[in-house]
């Protein structure tokens, strides 16, 4: 019956049935899970973004249910199609779900498959998609190394500073000094406090506002007699 429904001519239909998926993924192994996965399929290709976009939370709960081989040869491919998908709404949700995503697959698994995404999001071509993606920096930068945040993540970071959009440079003031107690004091001195300082004259209250709430993150790397 719930195969059927999610064929419903109606995208209303399609549409519960794509978050009912979700129950039904829950209830692996006593639910056939090639079957769900073929059901999920179908839903990704739907015509309709309002159904689509339902597969999203699909991935996160199939990554809570599968093993890890499965969720290589199955799910690894769709994060993918979703994280480049044409919709930015998707890329958005994708952006904001990331470390649900992580913490569904490993966050060995991750590093590998979603950190690519991760710094086009922070290059993405749409405000809120680079605004979901900075605010997941604290989070998403614990499972990183030293060394990869150095190289990979901040130089990405340097282009939000004069983001156009001051709801991004907002974000980015409220979680950029979470990363300076990973990467220590040299990096910190190079890499971050001149943007820090350039950010304090920013022309929106808020942005500058938002660079005091983590400001103990700082003071734990550089000291307080430097601060």
Same mark, same amino acid.
């Given at each position: 019956?719930?195969?059927?429904?999610?064929?419903?001519?109606?995208?209303?239909?399609?549409?519960?049935?794509?978050?009912?998926?979700?129950?039904?993924?829950?209830?692996?192994?006593?639910?056939?899970?090639?079957?769900?996965?073929?059901?999920?399929?179908?839903?990704?290709?739907?015509?309709?973004?309002?159904?689509?976009?339902?597969?999203?939370?699909?991935?996160?709960?199939?990554?809570?249910?599968?093993?890890?081989?499965?969720?290589?040869?199955?799910?690894?491919?769709?994060?993918?199609?979703?994280?480049?998908? @044409?919709?930015?709404?998707?890329?958005?949700?994708?952006?904001?779900?990331?470390?649900?995503?992580?913490?569904?697959?490993?966050?060995?698994?991750?590093?590998?498959?979603?950190?690519?995404?991760?710094?086009?999001?922070?290059?993405?071509?749409?405000?809120?998609?680079?605004?979901?993606?900075?605010?997941?920096?604290?989070?998403?930068?614990?499972?990183?190394?030293? %060394?990869?945040?150095?190289? @990979?993540?901040?130089?990405?970071?340097?282009?939000?500073?004069?983001?156009?959009?001051?709801?991004?440079?907002?974000?980015?003031?409220?979680?950029?000094?979470?990363?300076?107690?990973?990467? %220590?004091?040299?990096?910190?001195?190079?890499?971050?406090?001149?943007?820090?300082?350039?950010?304090?004259?920013?022309?929106?209250?808020?942005?500058?506002?938002?660079?005091?709430?983590?400001?103990?993150?700082?003071?734990?790397?550089?000291?307080?007699?430097?601060?």
């Amino acid at each position: 019956m719930y195969a059927t429904a999610s064929q419903d001519d109606t995208p209303q239909v399609r549409k519960q049935a794509a978050i009912s998926l979700n129950d039904f993924i829950n209830l692996i192994p006593r639910v056939n899970e090639t079957e769900l996965f073929n059901i999920f399929s179908r839903f990704y290709k739907d015509e309709q973004d309002s159904v689509r976009i339902q597969g999203i939370d699909s991935l996160v709960c199939f990554a809570k249910m599968l093993p890890p081989q499965k969720v290589q040869v199955y799910l690894i491919p769709y994060i993918k199609k979703f994280s480049e998908d @044409k919709s930015w709404r998707i890329r958005y949700l994708i952006a904001d779900r990331i470390m649900d995503l992580a913490d569904g697959i490993g966050h060995e698994a991750a590093k590998e498959a979603l950190f690519p995404h991760y710094t086009a999001f922070l290059k993405d071509t749409e405000s809120e998609v680079r605004t979901a993606a900075v605010g997941r920096l604290s989070d998403f930068s614990k499972i990183l190394d030293a %060394e990869t945040i150095i190289t @990979k993540v901040i130089p990405n970071l340097k282009g939000l500073v004069n983001d156009s959009f001051a709801y991004v440079r907002s974000a980015l003031a409220e979680n950029m000094l979470s990363i300076c107690p990973k990467i %220590e004091k040299g990096p910190t001195n190079e890499h971050i406090l001149p943007d820090f300082l350039t950010m304090l004259r920013d022309e929106s209250s808020e942005v500058r506002l938002n660079l005091f709430k983590r400001l103990e993150d700082l003071n734990k790397v550089i000291g307080l007699e430097d601060l």
